[in-house]
Protein backbone atom coordinates (compact mmCIF):
# COMPACT_ATOMS: atom_id res chain seq x y z
CA UNK A 1 0.00 0.00 0.00
CA UNK A 2 1.47 3.03 -0.77
CA UNK A 3 1.93 6.52 1.23
CA UNK A 4 -1.32 8.26 0.48
CA UNK A 5 -3.80 5.83 0.90
CA UNK A 6 -4.76 7.25 4.51
CA UNK A 7 -4.82 10.73 2.79
CA UNK A 8 -8.21 12.40 2.35
CA UNK A 9 -8.83 12.16 -1.43
CA UNK A 10 -7.77 15.27 -2.38
CA UNK A 11 -4.87 14.85 -1.18
CA UNK A 12 -4.30 11.38 -3.15
CA UNK A 13 -2.47 11.07 -6.89
CA UNK A 14 -5.68 10.91 -9.06
CA UNK A 15 -5.75 7.99 -12.02
CA UNK A 16 -8.50 7.92 -15.07
CA UNK A 17 -9.88 4.30 -15.18
CA UNK A 18 -11.97 4.01 -18.71
CA UNK A 19 -13.96 0.92 -19.76
CA UNK A 20 -16.67 1.49 -22.90
CA UNK A 21 -19.52 -0.25 -21.22
CA UNK A 22 -21.39 -0.78 -18.00
CA UNK A 23 -19.03 -1.46 -15.14
CA UNK A 24 -20.36 -5.24 -13.67
CA UNK A 25 -21.89 -5.90 -16.53
CA UNK A 26 -21.27 -9.48 -16.32
CA UNK A 27 -20.06 -12.39 -13.59
CA UNK A 28 -16.98 -13.25 -15.16
CA UNK A 29 -14.02 -12.53 -17.08
CA UNK A 30 -14.44 -9.03 -18.23
CA UNK A 31 -17.17 -8.24 -16.21
CA UNK A 32 -14.77 -8.70 -12.71
CA UNK A 33 -11.65 -7.32 -14.09
CA UNK A 34 -12.17 -3.40 -14.23
CA UNK A 35 -14.10 -3.43 -11.11
CA UNK A 36 -11.15 -5.29 -9.05
CA UNK A 37 -8.31 -3.57 -10.08
CA UNK A 38 -10.43 -0.18 -9.27
CA UNK A 39 -10.61 -1.39 -5.47
CA UNK A 40 -7.02 -2.65 -6.07
CA UNK A 41 -5.82 1.30 -7.11
CA UNK A 42 -8.02 2.53 -4.73
CA UNK A 43 -5.47 -0.02 -1.99
CA UNK A 44 -2.39 1.10 -3.71
CA UNK A 45 -3.59 4.92 -2.81
CA UNK A 46 -4.70 6.39 -5.86
CA UNK A 47 -8.06 8.56 -6.26
CA UNK A 48 -10.08 7.19 -9.03
CA UNK A 49 -11.83 8.82 -11.54
CA UNK A 50 -13.83 6.52 -13.82
CA UNK A 51 -15.51 6.87 -17.05
CA UNK A 52 -17.40 3.90 -17.60
CA UNK A 53 -21.45 3.08 -18.88
CA UNK A 54 -23.37 4.55 -22.19
CA UNK A 55 -21.47 6.87 -24.18
CA UNK A 56 -23.62 10.02 -22.82
CA UNK A 57 -22.65 9.12 -19.48
CA UNK A 58 -19.13 8.64 -20.55
CA UNK A 59 -19.01 11.93 -22.54
CA UNK A 60 -20.08 13.71 -18.52
CA UNK A 61 -17.24 12.19 -17.22
CA UNK A 62 -15.15 13.16 -19.78
CA UNK A 63 -15.87 16.50 -19.08
CA UNK A 64 -15.42 16.24 -15.82
CA UNK A 65 -11.98 14.86 -17.04
CA UNK A 66 -11.29 17.67 -19.30
CA UNK A 67 -12.22 20.60 -17.07
CA UNK A 68 -9.86 19.54 -13.98
CA UNK A 69 -6.77 19.41 -16.89
CA UNK A 70 -7.88 22.98 -18.15
CA UNK A 71 -8.32 24.23 -14.51
CA UNK A 72 -4.77 23.19 -13.91
CA UNK A 73 -5.49 19.61 -12.06
CA UNK A 74 -3.74 16.76 -13.48
CA UNK A 75 -3.44 13.06 -13.55
CA UNK A 76 -0.88 10.82 -12.70
CA UNK A 77 -2.06 8.11 -15.60
CA UNK A 78 -5.31 7.08 -17.39
CA UNK A 79 -5.51 3.11 -17.92
CA UNK A 80 -8.25 1.67 -19.85
CA UNK A 81 -9.81 -1.50 -20.98
CA UNK A 82 -10.94 -2.30 -24.06
CA UNK A 83 -14.70 -3.95 -25.04
CA UNK A 84 -15.06 -7.21 -26.78
CA UNK A 85 -16.86 -5.09 -29.11
CA UNK A 86 -15.01 -2.14 -31.64
CA UNK A 87 -15.20 0.52 -29.22
CA UNK A 88 -17.49 2.40 -32.11
CA UNK A 89 -20.00 -0.28 -31.42
CA UNK A 90 -20.29 -0.40 -27.73
CA UNK A 91 -23.97 1.38 -27.77
CA UNK A 92 -27.01 0.24 -27.92
CA UNK A 93 -27.84 -1.48 -31.64
CA UNK A 94 -23.81 -1.44 -31.94
CA UNK A 95 -24.53 2.29 -33.56
CA UNK A 96 -21.13 4.57 -34.18
CA UNK A 97 -22.76 7.51 -32.20
CA UNK A 98 -20.39 10.22 -31.11
CA UNK A 99 -17.85 8.02 -32.44
CA UNK A 100 -14.32 9.71 -31.46
CA UNK A 101 -15.18 10.90 -27.67
CA UNK A 102 -12.91 8.39 -25.93
CA UNK A 103 -9.98 8.65 -28.01
CA UNK A 104 -10.28 12.20 -28.45
CA UNK A 105 -9.98 12.08 -24.89
CA UNK A 106 -6.66 9.75 -25.26
CA UNK A 107 -5.18 12.10 -27.10
CA UNK A 108 -5.97 14.90 -25.35
CA UNK A 109 -4.19 13.10 -22.31
CA UNK A 110 -0.84 12.48 -24.27
CA UNK A 111 -0.81 15.99 -25.43
CA UNK A 112 -0.70 17.07 -21.10
CA UNK A 113 1.98 14.47 -21.11
CA UNK A 114 -0.50 12.08 -19.33
CA UNK A 115 0.63 8.31 -19.89
CA UNK A 116 -2.22 6.34 -21.27
CA UNK A 117 -2.16 2.36 -21.34
CA UNK A 118 -5.02 0.41 -22.67
CA UNK A 119 -5.90 -3.44 -22.16
CA UNK A 120 -6.92 -5.45 -24.58
CA UNK A 121 -8.90 -8.27 -23.46
CA UNK A 122 -9.53 -10.70 -26.32
CA UNK A 123 -9.02 -10.97 -30.42
CA UNK A 124 -11.30 -13.65 -30.90
CA UNK A 125 -12.53 -11.66 -34.04
CA UNK A 126 -9.34 -12.91 -35.99
CA UNK A 127 -10.98 -16.47 -35.57
CA UNK A 128 -13.23 -17.89 -38.28
CA UNK A 129 -15.38 -19.38 -35.56
CA UNK A 130 -16.26 -15.98 -34.53
CA UNK A 131 -16.46 -14.69 -37.79
CA UNK A 132 -18.95 -17.69 -39.27
CA UNK A 133 -21.68 -16.16 -36.39
CA UNK A 134 -22.49 -12.79 -39.61
CA UNK A 135 -23.49 -12.29 -42.52
CA UNK A 136 -21.23 -10.54 -44.77
CA UNK A 137 -21.63 -7.18 -44.40
CA UNK A 138 -21.85 -7.81 -40.82
CA UNK A 139 -18.64 -9.35 -40.57
CA UNK A 140 -16.69 -6.79 -42.93
CA UNK A 141 -18.92 -3.54 -40.68
CA UNK A 142 -16.53 -5.36 -37.03
CA UNK A 143 -13.83 -6.25 -39.17
CA UNK A 144 -13.52 -2.38 -39.98
CA UNK A 145 -14.43 -1.55 -36.67
CA UNK A 146 -11.58 -3.66 -34.75
CA UNK A 147 -9.18 -2.50 -37.46
CA UNK A 148 -10.19 1.35 -36.24
CA UNK A 149 -9.23 0.59 -32.67
CA UNK A 150 -6.10 -0.85 -33.96
CA UNK A 151 -5.26 2.35 -35.94
CA UNK A 152 -6.33 4.42 -33.27
CA UNK A 153 -4.18 2.39 -30.26
CA UNK A 154 -1.33 3.39 -32.44
CA UNK A 155 -1.29 6.97 -32.42
CA UNK A 156 -2.85 7.34 -28.53
CA UNK A 157 -1.10 5.10 -26.24
CA UNK A 158 1.70 4.56 -24.41
CA UNK A 159 1.38 0.74 -23.51
CA UNK A 160 -1.00 -1.71 -24.53
CA UNK A 161 -1.46 -4.46 -21.97
CA UNK A 162 -2.40 -8.16 -23.14
CA UNK A 163 -3.48 -11.09 -21.11
CA UNK A 164 -0.14 -12.70 -22.61
CA UNK A 165 2.67 -11.66 -24.82
CA UNK A 166 1.75 -14.48 -27.03
CA UNK A 167 -0.97 -12.08 -28.65
CA UNK A 168 1.54 -9.93 -29.84
CA UNK A 169 1.55 -12.69 -33.03
CA UNK A 170 -2.07 -11.54 -33.92
CA UNK A 171 -1.39 -7.64 -33.32
CA UNK A 172 -0.01 -5.02 -35.91
CA UNK A 173 4.09 -4.39 -35.60
CA UNK A 174 3.36 -1.37 -34.04
CA UNK A 175 1.56 -2.20 -31.45
CA UNK A 176 3.11 -5.21 -30.70
CA UNK A 177 5.90 -3.11 -29.85
CA UNK A 178 3.83 -1.58 -27.20
CA UNK A 179 2.61 -4.58 -25.48
CA UNK A 180 3.08 -5.34 -22.03
CA UNK A 181 1.64 -8.59 -20.46
CA UNK A 182 -1.15 -7.86 -17.59
CA UNK A 183 -2.70 -11.45 -16.89
CA UNK A 184 -5.96 -11.11 -14.59
CA UNK A 185 -5.49 -11.82 -11.19
CA UNK A 186 -6.99 -12.93 -7.70
CA UNK A 187 -7.93 -11.58 -4.49
CA UNK A 188 -9.04 -14.76 -2.33
CA UNK A 189 -8.07 -14.25 1.74
CA UNK A 190 -6.39 -16.94 3.76
CA UNK A 191 -6.99 -20.31 3.14
CA UNK A 192 -7.58 -23.10 5.68
CA UNK A 193 -4.93 -26.18 4.54
CA UNK A 194 -6.47 -28.33 1.96
CA UNK A 195 -6.12 -31.84 2.28
CA UNK A 196 -3.91 -34.07 0.62
CA UNK A 197 -5.13 -37.30 -1.20
CA UNK A 198 -3.59 -40.07 0.08
CA UNK A 199 -4.56 -42.56 -3.12
CA UNK A 200 -6.05 -41.86 -6.54
CA UNK A 201 -9.33 -42.89 -5.21
CA UNK A 202 -9.26 -39.27 -3.31
CA UNK A 203 -9.00 -37.26 -6.22
CA UNK A 204 -11.80 -34.83 -7.22
CA UNK A 205 -12.03 -32.55 -9.74
CA UNK A 206 -13.92 -28.96 -10.18
CA UNK A 207 -14.29 -27.24 -13.82
CA UNK A 208 -15.10 -23.56 -13.54
CA UNK A 209 -16.46 -22.05 -17.36
CA UNK A 210 -17.94 -22.01 -20.17
CA UNK A 211 -19.65 -25.14 -22.11
CA UNK A 212 -19.94 -23.35 -25.68
CA UNK A 213 -18.03 -25.53 -28.01
CA UNK A 214 -15.78 -25.47 -30.60
CA UNK A 215 -13.63 -23.02 -28.23
CA UNK A 216 -15.37 -24.03 -24.63
CA UNK A 217 -15.73 -27.64 -25.49
CA UNK A 218 -15.70 -29.46 -22.38
CA UNK A 219 -15.75 -33.53 -23.55
CA UNK A 220 -12.30 -33.69 -21.95
CA UNK A 221 -13.46 -32.92 -18.62
CA UNK A 222 -16.46 -35.49 -18.81
CA UNK A 223 -13.92 -38.33 -19.94
CA UNK A 224 -12.48 -37.26 -16.54
CA UNK A 225 -15.70 -38.51 -14.77
CA UNK A 226 -15.19 -41.93 -15.68
CA UNK A 227 -11.97 -42.02 -13.61
CA UNK A 228 -13.22 -39.77 -10.54
CA UNK A 229 -16.16 -37.13 -9.07
CA UNK A 230 -16.32 -34.16 -11.33
CA UNK A 231 -18.15 -30.82 -10.85
CA UNK A 232 -18.65 -28.55 -13.62
CA UNK A 233 -19.55 -24.14 -12.49
CA UNK A 234 -21.14 -23.28 -15.31
CA UNK A 235 -23.84 -20.74 -16.27
CA UNK A 236 -27.30 -21.68 -16.22
CA UNK A 237 -28.12 -20.52 -19.63
CA UNK A 238 -25.46 -21.60 -21.60
CA UNK A 239 -25.95 -25.42 -20.04
CA UNK A 240 -29.94 -25.44 -20.65
CA UNK A 241 -28.58 -24.21 -24.52
CA UNK A 242 -25.45 -26.42 -24.94
CA UNK A 243 -25.86 -29.54 -22.40
CA UNK A 244 -27.80 -31.59 -24.27
CA UNK A 245 -24.72 -31.48 -27.05
CA UNK A 246 -22.88 -33.52 -24.79
CA UNK A 247 -25.33 -36.23 -24.51
CA UNK A 248 -25.79 -37.69 -21.21
CA UNK A 249 -23.70 -37.72 -17.96
CA UNK A 250 -21.39 -39.92 -16.41
CA UNK A 251 -22.91 -40.85 -13.03
CA UNK A 252 -19.93 -38.81 -11.61
CA UNK A 253 -20.45 -36.09 -12.66
CA UNK A 254 -22.35 -32.97 -11.43
CA UNK A 255 -23.29 -29.49 -12.71
CA UNK A 256 -23.95 -26.63 -10.67
CA UNK A 257 -24.44 -22.75 -11.08
CA UNK A 258 -21.97 -20.87 -8.79
CA UNK A 259 -20.05 -18.18 -9.00
CA UNK A 260 -18.50 -15.47 -6.69
CA UNK A 261 -18.27 -16.09 -3.21
CA UNK A 262 -20.31 -19.27 -3.90
CA UNK A 263 -17.14 -21.22 -5.57
CA UNK A 264 -15.12 -20.95 -2.26
CA UNK A 265 -16.41 -24.11 -0.64
CA UNK A 266 -16.26 -25.62 -4.22
CA UNK A 267 -13.03 -25.06 -4.93
CA UNK A 268 -12.09 -26.42 -1.35
CA UNK A 269 -13.82 -29.45 -1.25
CA UNK A 270 -12.02 -30.87 -4.43
CA UNK A 271 -8.43 -31.93 -4.72
CA UNK A 272 -8.03 -30.26 -8.65
CA UNK A 273 -9.06 -27.51 -10.83
CA UNK A 274 -9.44 -28.16 -14.40
CA UNK A 275 -8.71 -25.92 -17.24
CA UNK A 276 -9.06 -28.61 -19.35
CA UNK A 277 -10.36 -28.43 -23.26
CA UNK A 278 -10.47 -29.91 -26.73
CA UNK A 279 -7.41 -28.32 -29.02
CA UNK A 280 -8.35 -25.27 -30.72
CA UNK A 281 -6.19 -22.09 -32.08
CA UNK A 282 -7.29 -19.47 -29.61
CA UNK A 283 -6.47 -21.05 -26.49
CA UNK A 284 -2.50 -20.24 -27.98
CA UNK A 285 -2.72 -16.66 -26.21
CA UNK A 286 -5.71 -17.09 -23.82
CA UNK A 287 -4.80 -17.10 -20.02
CA UNK A 288 -8.29 -16.39 -18.26
CA UNK A 289 -9.62 -15.49 -15.46
CA UNK A 290 -9.58 -19.00 -13.45
CA UNK A 291 -6.05 -19.87 -14.13
CA UNK A 292 -5.56 -17.27 -11.43
CA UNK A 293 -8.50 -18.05 -9.45
CA UNK A 294 -7.20 -21.18 -8.64
CA UNK A 295 -3.95 -19.84 -7.58
CA UNK A 296 -5.95 -17.64 -5.40
CA UNK A 297 -7.76 -20.38 -3.98
CA UNK A 298 -4.28 -22.96 -3.80
CA UNK A 299 -5.88 -25.34 -5.66
CA UNK A 300 -3.22 -27.65 -7.89
CA UNK A 301 -4.18 -27.50 -11.94
CA UNK A 302 -5.25 -29.79 -14.65
CA UNK A 303 -4.49 -28.22 -17.72
CA UNK A 304 -4.50 -29.20 -21.48
CA UNK A 305 -1.05 -29.92 -22.90
CA UNK A 306 0.10 -27.93 -25.64
CA UNK A 307 -1.93 -24.94 -24.75
CA UNK A 308 -0.69 -21.64 -23.41
CA UNK A 309 -2.49 -22.66 -20.30
CA UNK A 310 -1.03 -25.88 -20.27
CA UNK A 311 2.92 -24.39 -20.46
CA UNK A 312 2.29 -22.24 -18.08
CA UNK A 313 0.98 -25.16 -15.55
CA UNK A 314 3.97 -26.86 -16.41
CA UNK A 315 6.92 -24.20 -16.18
CA UNK A 316 5.27 -22.52 -12.98
CA UNK A 317 5.17 -26.66 -11.06
CA UNK A 318 1.45 -25.54 -10.12
CA UNK A 319 -0.12 -29.41 -11.37
CA UNK A 320 -0.57 -31.00 -14.92
CA UNK A 321 -0.51 -30.57 -18.57
CA UNK A 322 -2.22 -34.03 -19.88
CA UNK A 323 -3.56 -34.63 -23.58
CA UNK A 324 -7.29 -34.49 -24.31
CA UNK A 325 -7.24 -38.52 -24.33
CA UNK A 326 -6.19 -37.99 -21.01
CA UNK A 327 -3.40 -41.14 -21.90
CA UNK A 328 -1.03 -39.86 -19.75
CA UNK A 329 -2.66 -38.22 -16.96
CA UNK A 330 -1.00 -41.08 -14.30
CA UNK A 331 -3.16 -40.63 -11.13
CA UNK A 332 -0.68 -42.16 -8.52
CA UNK A 333 1.81 -39.49 -10.04
CA UNK A 334 -0.97 -36.83 -9.22
CA UNK A 335 -1.08 -37.76 -5.89
CA UNK A 336 3.42 -38.49 -5.12
CA UNK A 337 3.76 -34.62 -6.70
CA UNK A 338 0.49 -33.03 -4.70
CA UNK A 339 2.13 -31.63 -2.09
CA UNK A 340 4.94 -30.27 -3.76
CA UNK A 341 2.51 -28.33 -6.01
CA UNK A 342 1.14 -27.03 -2.98
CA UNK A 343 3.80 -25.91 -1.44
CA UNK A 344 4.94 -23.85 -5.13
CA UNK A 345 1.44 -22.60 -5.11
CA UNK A 346 1.81 -21.11 -1.91
CA UNK A 347 5.08 -19.59 -3.07
CA UNK A 348 3.78 -17.55 -5.68
CA UNK A 349 -0.03 -17.12 -4.55
CA UNK A 350 0.45 -13.34 -3.25
CA UNK A 351 2.73 -12.17 -6.10
CA UNK A 352 -0.77 -12.82 -8.79
CA UNK A 353 -3.34 -10.75 -6.41
CA UNK A 354 -5.19 -7.62 -8.04
CA UNK A 355 -2.72 -5.54 -5.87
CA UNK A 356 0.03 -6.91 -7.76
CA UNK A 357 -1.51 -5.97 -11.00
CA UNK A 358 -2.44 -2.75 -10.50
CA UNK A 359 1.05 -1.81 -9.21
CA UNK A 360 2.72 -3.01 -12.57
CA UNK A 361 0.34 -1.26 -14.65
CA UNK A 362 0.95 1.86 -12.14
CA UNK A 363 4.65 1.42 -12.48
CA UNK A 364 5.07 0.63 -16.11
CA UNK A 365 2.34 3.59 -17.17
CA UNK A 366 4.82 6.19 -14.85
CA UNK A 367 7.84 4.57 -16.31
CA UNK A 368 6.15 5.66 -19.98
CA UNK A 369 5.76 9.16 -19.02
CA UNK A 370 9.14 10.05 -18.38
CA UNK A 371 10.86 12.00 -20.54
Not at 198 to 227: F, K, Q
Request: hydrophobic residues 40%; charged residues 25%.
Amino acid sequence: MCESAGRPEEERPRILFHVPFKLGYAISGGGIRPGKLIRAFEGLGYAVDVISGPLAQRRQAIGRAVARLEGGGTYAFCYAESSVLPTLLTEKGNKPFYPFSDFDLFALLRRRSVPVGLFYRDIFWKYPYHRQRFGPFERWRRQFFHHLDFWYYRRVLDVLFVPDLAMTGLLPRALAAKAVACPPGHDVGPLAPRRVPASAADLSLIYVGGVVPPVWDITPVLRLAERMPVTICCREQEWGEWGPRYGGLPPDATVRHLSGDQLLDAYAGHALAAILRNPHPYHDHQVPLKLFEAVGHGIPLLAGAGTRVGDYVREQGIGWAVRPDLADLDADAVVREYPAVLARLAAIRDEHTWERRARHIADTLQRAGRP
